[in-house]
């Protein structure tokens, strides 16, 4: 397959794999060819494990999120990650699908741990078979990444099962809140290094390792890949309170609604800011306030203090980010890192 080309769905999605590193330009022609055919490799590979010869039906299923949309961030990282070593070593297309899988199944559960109706500008999936097939869909693709990984080379295929671990922690943790008097800040951030910034780090330590890349290369990476995780679920947040709901596939404030403990909620709980003192209230009362308490509350973010507090925070993360990065030798993967800082601080923008 080559880079020109999109996978076509059966029900007619179509998800172009090098559409993202298209955007972090620019690069040597070369070297954007070779990835973006790497990247449609993988993609082949990755809709090859969600298929099941012996049902479609079970295909159908476990290939929808994949087949939706999705910027295939996480193989890319892998890939980026790989030229610091060989980049041509076995089992890099297998480290790239394995990424994906996992991240797929742990959002087949999250849509359902969220009751969410809508991913990617689809339905999803426990929308529309309901939350058992969900589930057993999560978890038919996580032992697929299991089958897939399962010859990587011992230190990736470490850092993959420590990494599952703190996804799922980092959830639990989501799910029943901070400790009795704990600090809701430091409770967002344990919770956002385990579900969002543990993956994306792992994406690249993965594909460093898998690479042969010296061991102090893939830990500059994991780090970098940590600060970019968090700074990309903050803009994720952030999206969920500003973006038009056209743009980000799912229905505007839904986190809001679902008590999910986004970075701009918890700093507007914490702030003392008088500027913002309507918009405590709004969020205080909540829902008892009536139907309208939703909108309001969105209203007022957009010119709040929070805002400029989480946006802050943000550019903060990118910034540790990319300090991180000039450690590595400057070749086109470290560029195409760097300018995923500006693609992050792009989403919300
Ligand atoms: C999205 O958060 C959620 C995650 C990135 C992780 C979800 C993890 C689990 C449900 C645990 C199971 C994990 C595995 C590996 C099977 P969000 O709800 O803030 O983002 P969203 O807006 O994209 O839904
Ligand atoms: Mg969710």
């Not at 999936?125 to 299991?146: E, F, I, K, S, Y």
């Not at 995780?229 to 505007?252: T, Y």
């Not at 550019?315 to 980010?321: I, N, P, S, T, Y």
Request: overall charge negative; proline content about 5%.
């Amino acid at each position: 397959m080559t880079a020109e080309q999109l996978y076509d769905a059966p029900d007619g999605h179509r998800v172009h794999a090098a559409g993202l590193l298209r955007r972090l330009g620019p690069q040597a022609p070369a070297f954007q060819a070779r990835l973006g055919e790497a990247l449609s490799d993988a993609e082949h590979l990755l809709h090859a494990c969600t298929r099941d010869a012996s049902d479609p039906r079970v295909g159908a299923l476990a290939g929808h999120l994949a087949a939706t949309g999705g910027k295939r961030l996480r193989p890319l990282l892998v890939l980026l990650a790989a030229e610091f070593g060989d980049p041509a070593a076995p089992g890099i297309d297998r480290a790239a699908v394995t990424v994906e899988l996992v991240h797929l199944a742990s959002l087949y559960h999250d849509d359902v741990v969220d009751r969410a109706t809508a991913r990617h500008g689809s339905a999803s999936a426990n929308a529309l078979w309901g939350n058992r097939p969900a589930v057993l869909a999560g978890d038919l693709l996580l032992a697929r990444a299991a089958r897939l990984s399962a010859d990587l080379v011992p230190e990736a295929l470490a850092l993959n099962a420590r990494t599952v671990n703190r996804i799922v922690a980092g959830q639990m943790r989501e799910l029943v809140g901070p400790t009795p008097g704990g600090d809701p800040l430091e409770h967002y951030f344990e919770v956002t290094v385990g579900k969002t910034a543990a993956l994306l780090a792992m994406s690249l330590g993965v594909g460093a390792l898998q690479a042969g890349a010296p061991r102090a290369v893939a830990d500059v990476l994991v780090t970098y890949g940590e600060q970019l995780g968090i700074a990309f679920q903050i803009a994720d947040d952030l999206l969920d309170l500003l973006s038009p709901e056209s743009s980000s596939g799912k229905e505007r404030g839904r986190d809001l609604l679902m008590d999910v403990p986004s970075l701009p909620v918890v700093l507007v709980r914490q702030g003392t800011d008088a500027c913002d003192a309507e918009l405590r209230e709004v969020l205080a009362v909540g829902p008892a306030a009536g139907s309208g308490w939703h909108r309001r509350f969105l209203d007022l973010f957009a010119t709040s203090r929070a805002r400029v507090r989480s946006e802050e925070i943000l550019r903060h993360r990118l910034e540790r980010a990319r300090t991180g990065l000039r450690a590595l030798p400057p070749r086109d993967a470290r560029f195409t890192l760097d300018s995923l800082c500006d693609f992050v601080a792009s989403r919300t923008g």
